[in-house]
Nanobody, 122 residues
Framework: QLQLVESGGGLVQPGGSLRLSCVASGFTLDQYTIGWFRQAPGKEREGVSY????????YYADSVKGRFTISRDNAKNTVYLQMNSLKPEDTAIYYC???????????????WGQGTQVTVSS
């Protein structure tokens, strides 16, 4: 069965770091674009980052550029989102998703994980 599972979320103080993982089952991630999205309470889901199959020129939203890094480990069928210098406004549920195009339009992604909660608070 096709499945994406996010993990690594939690509670962290401002300025701290978290590393999110997205593990795929039932298919191979290396042929697809993987996107990270987030949704805070009362706000629209927004694109955070995506990585192409080759891993070159990943995209980052302006709000996270310079703080977040997306990467792949194809042998583990896993995509990561390293989040540094976290801010309270980063608080959201984070989702990974699989698509076939380089885009941060959520409707262009076909498979989604269940989400993992990230809370940044002092």
């Amino acid at each position: 069965q096709l499945q994406l599972v996010e993990s690594g979320g939690g509670l962290v103080q401002p300025g701290g770091s978290l590393r999110l993982s997205c593990v795929a089952s039932g298919f191979t991630l290396d042929q697809y674009t993987i996107g990270w999205f987030r949704q805070a309470p009362g706000k629209e889901r927004e694109g955070v980052s995506y990585i192409w199959p080759g891993g070159v020129s990943p995209y980052y939203a302006d709000s996270v550029k310079g703080r977040f890094t997306i990467s792949r480990d194809n042998a583990k069928n896993t995509v990561y989102l390293q989040m540094n210098s976290l801010k309270p406004e980063d608080t959201a549920i984070y989702y990974c998703a699989v698509g076939r195009r380089a885009t941060m339009t959520a409707t262009m992604y076909n498979y989604w994980g269940q989400g993992t909660q990230v809370t940044v608070s002092s």
